[in-house]
Structures are given as structure tokens and as C-alpha cells.
């Protein structure tokens, strides 16, 4: 273990040094830049930047001493200066030979400093062909313009205005009097149109102790694309132990590029991951393929079993991406986004930028869509791929669903709108009814504004028909079904809604608005339960929620309403229009008991008449740098608060930043929403609270860390703390966490490992990412910013 840990350490740092900045479409800048610090003694270039050929350009030259020999024989002497374009030259002396018009020379001695936009050299003696611009100085220093990179060498030659050769040179990123790492190399040649330093016969160092050596390195000096090893990350973890990967990234063109990315996993073998990105006339995309042929540790966890997990009976693990959005030409697009992984247990194991775990299941998605003037047909397929067992007979996917909008708004004040869909209810479970759903939903609306108020009323009615099969009469929840139903449910709403504005009293620069609404809504009722429910739950009654038409998602459960919303909005802006505050509360009043049948067990059948869901949200910006968000809903027929949520953020930059959260659920409330059998039965309320902060101990050190802790079942559940150095040479990370693997939902309690992650990285050579933004994402719970 020692040894495979020193080894991988070293070959790290070689492949480090082959990094070539390359990755495309808006590259991060180096995190080092971030530090003003390790930018005091770089050269600067603060002058406008002169395109195109300089070599015609005039010469401005200044010396203390002139002396001119006939016929071509220049001389100056004393603080020579001499200026052309985006270069300058400085030197003692200078003697400038232009007898032979093939052959005309500058010879240059003393105290030598040459400057342009990219590059900044200094040495004793130099000399330069006026008529090609090549050059030559030793003994020489050079050192990158406003970046880190500095080295010396025996001698330096510029040729064709474009390579700065190197004998015997050096190279580290390292600022002035630091040399924790430097590279040297018997030749070192920087490409100043590739923007490129290539490096032969190479001994990486630390400090004065030769560590590695390479015949041939490569390193950027830009953010420029190019083929090549891009940085490579090492880190270990008590899991999979060392974790080291190096992409391998191929510019194909302009607008295709692609990543492949070999990953050594020392307790689980070698994974390869690929991506491919493409960026056309019509739209962009990618396309993504992880491979793990076999996996040591996941075939030890399957046969004992470890976790209490149910694992697949897969030998080889995997991950297929695909998203792509392409506009195929005016009225026809193309869209998909589809992940799926080999088995439920991957994303626990070995995690992916392309999806979350937190969700509980995968998305395969894929869409054709025609749009005009009048028309929007959507022709969709929606799968799904389960993390649990129990929920993979559970699931409906609709495969496929035609969606049709018509608009007309040719009926002089009136909008005619029709919504249209067809769709194919599909599941896994032997068991559960199949079915054909094809709905036809007319509108007319008719809408009165103003720069103060709106006045929507609209009328219209719903036709549903379903076709179902596979119905077990002898199961208790399907015994009601019907092979062949027709629903049909007219409905009419009114929305009003007015603004009234002041300038508050007491508050000055500020203005006060005061917007109350009022929508009423009526849809008779219709006994739903001879209809499966496919895709219909019931949705979060938050203040917006209020005013919904319906208090469930899909078509399958259409609840007879008779109901009027009201609500009231308060918000506060200053003098520039920015809204600092704003506060709204609101609730559901029935004129009718709202229901969907006689043999359901929703909310709805303990509801009855009168106010029935209050809510309330708010919005604080308590400074620029504070913000505050809270949400409460309140159900009168639980007779208790059902939802809150409350957030609270302090960020004043991107590695500075402090969020305390809460979160509440009411058990009844979430038994009522969730119908599936996998969550059901929850013995206690969902209480939870959370901290996330990062923060800079000193101008090198920063902390990261997270925790999440539910109050009714007196458990974590998640928790990581991290620690990050980084100086202007190199950089480390270090992270402990539980990590949350899964949930028992027998016991009710969470199933974790414990996680400690450990990564290294050269500053200045490619393009490292901010380790803040990096090191937040290491939870269950990733960083999620209210600011936006």
C-alpha cells in the first residue's frame, strides 16, 4: 500500500508537467490568480496591445550618449531605451550594424531587460538580425507577463519572432525567491503563436532534490485549446483507496472536442470515462461513456451483503450520458437528456458530474417538438431507472406522450387555447394496470390589464378517455377500475389582481407595494376512482400553489373545485428598483367539498368547507451580502403546520460564505403526497436542520464544512469538513465525511461510510479549478447558492 502510494504520487507530478491547458467552451481562470499575493513581482503589461506586424512600425530610441561611425555604424551608450510596439529593449550599450542590408545586426551589453506582452528576459550580453529579428542573449532570465512563470538559462535565442529557445534553461511557476519545484531541461522552447512550452530531457526537482525525470514535457502558458494531458487528479479515500486519474483531451475542431479520461481505483480496478462535446449551426450537445470492467469491491459488498444493500448481479459497471438540445431548423427541435448506470448502487460507489443520487432515480428523456405561430406538438419518452428495488414496479413511464397546443387569438378580445395529449402508461410490475390516456382540453380566456391591475377570466371544459388493462379485480386498490372510462368536467376561473404603490413613510428611497389577488375556480366533481392514478400527486400548496387550478400534477386525478384563493403581496424596493424585501400570505377557502371520489384516501375526503390551506413565503435581502428565505404552509385538515422551510445565507465572495437551513415535513402530509409503498408508514416528522460554510483562515489556508442533522430521528445525515492549503507553488485538500449511502426503511435510519478524500496540485500549470466550488460538492447535499 505504501509503495503503490509513493509510486502514484510520482507519477502524478510527472503527468502534471505534461499538462496541456486545452479544456473548451469557457475555461475556469487558474485559482492562483485569486491570490494578489503571488502576483506582486510579476512584469506587467498595462499598455494598449499592438496587433498585426510590428517589424514595420517605427523605432523610438533614447540613450545618454550618441555616437555614429560612417557610414553604418550606430552607437548608444548610458540608460539605452529603445521602443517598438508591444516590445521594449533596455541595455548599457548599444551598437547597431547596418553595412550589409542582408545582414543588418544590433549587438547589445550591460544590464539587458527585453519585454514584450508575453515574455520578459534579462542577461549580459545579447545580439539581434534587424532583418529577421532573431536574437540571442546569455547568460539569460526570463519570465512570463502577468502570470506566474519564471526560469533562467545558459542561453536564450528568439527566432522567427515567434519560439524563445532555451539552453540549458529552467522553468517553475513558483514566484520570485520560492523555489519549492522547478523544472530544467538541456533544451526548452517557448512557442509564443501556440502559446507553448515544450521542455527535452527534463529533471523535475523539489527544491535543490532531483525527484523525476522525463525526456519530454509539455506545459501551456495560456488558456489556449490544444491535444494533449490535461491535470490530473490524485486522492485517496478509505473506500477506494488511492483514486488517480489523467484525461487525455483531443481538440477535434472549433466547435467538437473530447475527454478520455483513464481512472486507477486501488480497490476497485480501472475505470475508463469518456466524453464528447460538439457545438453545431443547430444546436449543442453531450455525450458521455463510463466503463469499469470489473470491480473488486462491489463483487465483495454483493456477496456479503454489506450495508443490507440489494445489489444487481452485474459483473461489468457502467455509465451512459446523453444530452443534446438541437434546433433542426425554425419550427422543428430535437432534445434529450437520458443518464443510466449499470446498477443502483453506482452513483453511491463512484459518483458522476452528470447526475445525483438525491433524486432516487434515473431519467432517460427524449423529445421531438414542432412549433409555429399557432402550434406546439410534442412527441416525447419518458423512462425511468430506480436506485431501489421497491420502487422499480411502482414507477409508470410513458412511452410515448403527444402533446398539442393550439393558440388563436384572432377572436378580437377572446385567446382560444386547446391543449391535446396521448399518451401510453407503461410499468414493470405484473400486477399493476396498464393504460391508454387521450385528453382534449379547450379554453377561452378573456383578460382586462393595466399598469395596476388584471382582470382573467377563463371557461372551458376537460374530455378524458381511457383504455386500461391488465386490471386484477382481486387487488383491493384496483378492484374499482374499468377497462374503458370517459371523464368529461367543464370549469371556469376568474383571476383579479391589483398593484397599489407608495413611498414608504418611514423608510426613506424606499417604495412600498401592495398587491392583493383573488382567483375563484369551479369544476364540478366527477367519481374518479374506476381510473388508475399514472402520473398524478398532490403538489406543494405554497403561496403560489394557492392559486393553482388544481392541487395535483397530471391528468388522473382531477378534484371537484368550488373554491376561491386570496392572497397578499407586500414588497419593498429602494431607489434603484432593487427589491429588498417582500412578504405574501394567502389561503384556500371551499365553498364545496373538494373530492375525487368515494373510495380514495387523499386529503381531500377529510376536507370540507371553508378556509383549508393557509401559506405564507417571504423574501429578505438583509444586505448584499445576506440574504433570508422562509416558505410555511399550514393544512386545516391536519390540523397542523404540513411544510416550512427556512434559509439563511451569508456569502460576501465565492470562498467566504455561511448557510444555516431547516426544513419540515408533516408525517400525515407526506403519506398523503407520496403514495408509493417504499416511503409510506413514516413513524415520525421529517426535522431537519443544516449548516454549510467555507471559510478563509489565512491568506493560504481555507475550511469547508458541512452538516445536516435530523432532529426527530436524532441522527446526521450528512457531514463532511475539509481543509485546504495552497500557496503560489502548490496546493493541498484534505476531506473527512459520512458519506450517506443509503436508507433503511425498516429502522427508519440512514446507512453511511465514512470518507476521507485527499488531493494534490502544482499552482500554475493548467487551469485549476476554484477549491472552494470544489470542495462544497463533496456531501450528499451539494452547495446551493440562494443568491440566484
Request: aromatic share 14%; proline share 4%; with cysteine.
Amino acid at each position: 500500500m505504501k509503495k503503490l502510494s509513493l509510486s502514484l504520487i510520482a507519477i502524478a507530478v510527472t503527468f502534471s508537467l505534461y499538462n496541456s491547458s486545452s479544456y473548451a467552451i469557457a475555461l475556469p481562470k487558474a485559482e492562483v490568480s485569486n491570490n494578489p499575493q503571488c502576483l506582486i513581482d510579476v512584469p506587467r503589461f498595462d499598455r494598449p496591445l499592438v496587433n498585426g506586424n510590428i517589424n514595420n512600425l517605427p523605432v523610438n530610441a533614447e540613450a545618454n550618449q550618441f555616437e555614429a561611425i560612417y557610414p553604418s555604424i550606430t552607437i548608444y551608450k548610458g540608460e539605452v531605451s529603445i521602443e517598438q510596439g508591444n516590445r521594449t529593449v533596455q541595455a548599457d550599450k548599444v551598437t547597431i550594424d547596418t553595412h550589409n542590408d542582408n545582414n543588418r545586426t544590433v549587438t547589445l551589453e550591460g544590464d539587458i531587460t527585453y519585454q514584450d506582452n508575453l515574455i520578459k528576459m534579462k542577461g549580459d550580453n545579447a545580439s539581434m538580425n534587424l532583418n529577421n529579428n532573431d536574437a540571442n542573449m546569455s547568460p539569460s532570465q526570463y519570465q512570463f507577463v502577468n502570470r506566474l512563470g519564471r526560469g533562467n538559462a545558459d542561453q536564450m535565442r528568439l527566432e522567427k519572432n515567434r519560439y524563445v529557445i532555451l539552453t540549458n534553461g529552467s522553468f517553475t511557476s513558483c514566484p520570485i525567491n520560492d523555489s519549492t519545484w522547478n523544472i530544467k531541461g538541456t533544451t526548452v522552447i517557448h512557442d509564443n503563436q501556440e502559446q507553448l512550452l515544450e521542455v527535452w530531457n527534463a529533471v523535475f526537482s523539489i527544491g535543490k532534490v532531483p525527484v523525476l525525470y522525463s525526456p519530454y514535457l509539455q506545459l501551456p502558458t495560456s488558456d489556449k485549446r490544444r491535444s494533449g494531458l490535461l491535470m490530473p487528479n490524485l486522492g485517496y479515500d478509505s473506500i477506494d483507496g488511492i483514486d488517480f486519474s489523467i484525461p487525455i483531451y483531443w481538440n477535434i475542431a472549433p466547435n467538437y472536442d473530447a475527454t478520455f479520461t483513464p481512472r486507477i481505483l486501488q480497490n476497485r480496478g480501472m475505470q475508463l470515462q469518456t466524453e464528447f462535446r460538439y457545438l453545431n449551426e443547430i444546436g449543442l450537445g453531450t455525450l458521455a461513456f463510463d466503463w469499469l470492467q470489473h470491480d473488486r469491491e462491489y463483487d465483495e459488498d454483493r456477496k456479503n451483503h454489506f450495508n443490507g444493500n440489494n445489489y444487481d448481479d452485474n459483473s461489468h459497471r457502467w455509465l451512459f450520458h446523453w444530452k443534446n438540445d438541437e434546433l433542426i431548423n425554425y419550427n422543428w427541435r430535437f432534445y434529450t437528456d437520458t443518464t443510466r448506470v449499470s446498477d443502483n448502487q453506482y452513483l453511491t460507489n463512484l459518483n458522476s458530474k452528470y447526475a445525483s443520487q438525491t433524486a432516487g432515480y434515473l431519467t432517460q428523456f427524449y423529445k421531438i417538438a414542432y412549433n409555429d405561430e399557432n402550434w406546439d406538438i410534442t412527441l416525447g419518452y419518458r423512462h425511468f431507472q430506480p436506485f431501489h428495488s421497491e420502487l422499480k414496479d411502482s414507477l409508470y413511464q410513458t412511452e410515448p406522450q403527444l402533446d398539442m397546443n393550439y393558440y388563436n387569438n384572432d377572436f378580437g378580445p377572446f385567446k382560444f387555447r386547446t391543449f391535446s395529449q396521448v399518451s401510453r402508461f407503461l410499468t414493470s410490475g405484473q400486477n399493476k394496470p396498464k393504460a391508454w390516456r387521450v385528453h382534449f382540453e379547450p379554453t377561452l380566456n378573456y383578460t382586462l390589464t393595466n399598469s395596476w391591475s388584471s382582470l382573467a377570466t377563463e371557461t372551458g371544459f376537460m374530455a378524458t378517455h381511457y383504455n386500461q388493462n391488465n386490471i386484477k379485480k382481486d387487488i383491493e386498490q384496483y378492484k374499482y377500475l374499468d377497462k374503458n372510462v370517459n371523464r368529461f368536467m367543464p370549469k371556469l376561473s376568474i383571476d383579479g389582481k391589483v398593484i397599489f404603490e407608495r413611498d414608504m413613510p418611514f423608510i426613506k428611497d424606499y417604495t412600498q407595494t401592495l398587491e392583493p389577488r383573488i382567483k375563484y375556480i369551479y369544476i364540478p366533481y366527477r367519481n374518479q376512482s374506476n381510473i388508475g392514478a399514472y402520473d398524478s400527486t398532490i403538489l406543494q400548496s405554497d403561496y403560489i400553489g394557492l392559486f393553482r387550478d388544481q392541487p395535483y400534477s397530471g391528468l388522473d386525478r382531477i378534484a371537484s373545485t368550488n373554491k376561491i384563493s386570496t392572497g397578499v403581496t407586500t414588497r419593498f424596493y429602494d431607489n434603484n428598483k432593487v427589491e429588498k424585501f417582500n412578504l405574501s400570505i394567502g389561503q384556500i377557502t371551499y365553498f364545496s367539498k373538494s373530492k375525487t371520489s368515494q373510495h380514495n384516501n387523499d386529503l381531500d375526503e377529510k376536507s370540507d368547507t371553508g378556509s383549508i390551506t393557509w401559506a405564507s413565503d417571504n423574501f429578505w435581502r438583509i444586505s448584499e451580502d445576506m440574504l433570508f428565505r422562509s416558505g410555511v404552509q399550514y393544512d386545516t385538515r391536519i390540523d397542523t403546520i404540513s411544510l416550512a422551510n427556512a434559509i439563511f445565507e451569508y456569502r460576501s465572495s465565492s470562498d467566504k460564505l455561511m448557510q444555516l437551513s431547516y426544513r419540515y415535513a408533516n408525517r400525515n402530509y407526506i403519506d398523503t403526497v407520496d403514495k408509493n409503498p417504499f416511503y409510506r408508514g413514516y413513524r415520525q416528522d421529517i426535522s431537519q436542520v443544516g449548516m454549510m460554510t467555507a471559510w478563509p483562515l489565512s491568506q493560504t489556508v481555507s475550511t469547508v464544512g458541512s452538516y445536516y442533522y435530523d432532529v426527530k430521528l436524532g441522527q446526521t445525515t450528512d457531514g463532511f469538513v475539509g481543509l485546504h492549503y495552497s500557496d503560489c507553488c502548490w496546493g493541498t485538500t484534505v476531506q473527512y465525511g459520512r458519506k450517506l449511502t443509503d436508507w433503511d426503511n425498516i429502522s427508519r435510519k440512514s446507512k453511511y461510510e465514512n470518507k476521507l478524500s485527499i488531493n494534490f496540485e502544482l499552482q500554475g500549470l493548467g487551469n485549476n479549478q476554484n477549491a472552494t466550488a470544489k470542495m462544497l460538492n463533496f456531501g450528499k447535499l451539494p452547495y446551493t447558492t440562494t443568491f440566484e
